[in-house]
């Protein structure tokens, strides 16, 4: 990365490049991660605008850590290829190199990736995903002073827990007028009970499972993040009134972890109960309810358990409520396994004039530092965010934003912001 002055960055050179003073996070067998003081972190730049992003969000992840320890700690950064860089420098657009040191690093961030349209190419992102088992896809939504379509934004404060196994996510589909359709149709005509009105022969079918392991796994994951940051209110959402044997599972599922002696007493599911101190209450919620509860009173909820079609809606409408998916930060975390990662996509229509929003790229970092445990350090971002905000500072789309409702902002490109970030620090 020649965009940024750090001794503390590894770039790609021929090969990546592990420096011999930094550790790696440990993997412990209870599967929680131990984080040493020098921890090499990888990072994928990433396609598009990914170049632009991932040195403003390094130049502010590695001055809050500076500025929160006082050099006792120190990220060490390794670049590893993955999509058009990649493709252009090895031939391959996720070579086994990035897949072994990721193994090994246990946490990592990366930019957008892009997957070729037409070549028959496979999501990076989905190998990713399925090579590390990231299930549950953690998405925090909560207001820094951005413009935004609704008022008072500061209400909207909440985690999404998205499955990111299971559902859809797993289907298996059979289009219309092939081979396979007709003969799932005339299985479930012959064998199972469906009725002709219901499967005419033109029918497509969607086939979407969904697992108690993988639900418990993942409701597990959210309840303990709820208990650990006190959190009163988690909302497990389906339309279980309607697919019973999946989105019904699922909620009973959820209902029964809270169960669970980890959870037992901690976890309340009586409606009518006021949680206490040190407790959560886990309520159900059809899902096209949340979705109108989250604009009328998105206060109502502070932390929601979803699956994963139904959690990419959730989080899409909630991003969208505090100025879209630029300004959200998000996290893939399985067990201890856990990948960084801006919300939105690679912007091919601004790449290269340095004036995309580091914003969501940046907070991923700082939500990577919270669960590294230094949360001192991602404090100091989001303090400085907020007042970078407040001072009407952005790039040219958060200015936009701002001019919209009639407020006068400055403009700057992606890596002066980072800068103005870092003076507010
Ligand atoms: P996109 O997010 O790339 O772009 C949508 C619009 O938002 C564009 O006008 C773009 O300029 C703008 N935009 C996005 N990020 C911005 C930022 N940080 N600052 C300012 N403006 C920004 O969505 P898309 O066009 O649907 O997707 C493009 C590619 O990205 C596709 O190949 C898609 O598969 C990929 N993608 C990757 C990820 C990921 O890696 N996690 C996520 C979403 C999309």
Redesign the pocket.
């Known amino acids: 990365m020649k965009v940024i002055e750090a001794d503390n960055v590894y770039p790609w050179e021929g090969k990546v490049r592990i420096p011999e003073e930094g550790e790696f996070v440990k993997l412990n067998e209870d599967k929680t991660i131990s984080v040493p003081d020098t921890p090499i972190v990888p990072y994928i730049e990433?396609?598009?605008?990914g170049a632009e992003?991932t040195p403003a969000m390094i130049l502010v992840v590695n001055k809050a850590v500076e500025v929160a320890y006082n050099g006792s700690k120190r990220i060490l950064w390794v670049e590893l290829l993955a999509g058009d860089k990649a493709e252009e420098k090895t031939g391959e657009r996720l070579p086994q190199e990035t897949l072994e040191v990721l193994k090994e690093s246990i946490i990592a961030i990366?930019?957008?990736?892009?997957?070729p349209v037409g070549k028959g190419a496979k999501?990076i992102?989905s190998i990713l995903r399925r090579s590390f088992d990231y299930y549950s896809a953690v998405r925090p939504v909560y207001w820094m002073g951005q413009p935004t379509p609704i008022p008072e934004p500061e209400r909207v404060d909440l985690v999404v827990f998205r499955e990111n196994t299971d559902d859809v996510y797993a289907g298996v589909e059979f289009f219309p007028g092939t081979e396979e359709a007709k003969r799932v149709r005339e299985f479930l005509l012959k064998e199972m009970g469906a009725k002709e009105e219901g499967f005419p022969e033109d029918v497509g079918i969607t086939v979407k499972p969904m697992s108690e392991f993988k639900t418990k796994r993942h409701v597990r994951k959210a309840l303990r993040y709820a208990l650990e940051n006190n959190k009163k209110t988690v909302a497990v959402i389906g339309k279980g009134n309607i697919m019973k044997a999946t989105e019904g599972a699922f909620i009973n599922w959820a209902f029964e972890v809270a169960e669970e002696p980890e959870f037992k007493g901690r976890v309340i599911t009586d409606p009518e109960a006021e949680p206490e101190e040190g407790q959560v209450k886990m309520v159900k919620v059809i899902t096209d309810q949340m979705l109108m509860q989250l604009v009328l009173r998105p206060e109502a909820y502070d932390v929601i358990i979803a699956q994963n079609l139904n959690g990419d809606y959730v989080s899409d409408l909630a991003a969208a409520l505090i100025g879209g998916?630029?300004f959200v930060p998000s996290g893939n975390i399985g067990d201890g396994y856990a990948l960084f990662?801006?919300?939105?996509?690679?912007?091919?229509?601004?790449a290269g004039k340095w004036?995309?929003?580091?914003l969501?790229l940046t907070l991923s970092g700082a939500m990577m530092l919270e669960y590294m445990g230094w949360k001192e350090a991602a404090e100091k971002i989001y303090s400085a965010v907020r007042r970078t905000l407040a001072d009407r500072v952005g790039?040219p789309?958060i200015v936009a934003g701002f001019q919209k409702i009639g407020i006068d902002a400055k403009a700057v490109s992606t890596l002066e912001y980072a800068r103005e970030i870092i003076k507010r620090m």
């Open positions: 990433g396609d598009g605008i992003i990366k930019g957008p990736l892009g997957t999501s992102n998916p630029g990662e801006s919300t939105h996509g690679t912007a091919w229509d601004i004036i995309a929003n580091p969501s790039t789309d």
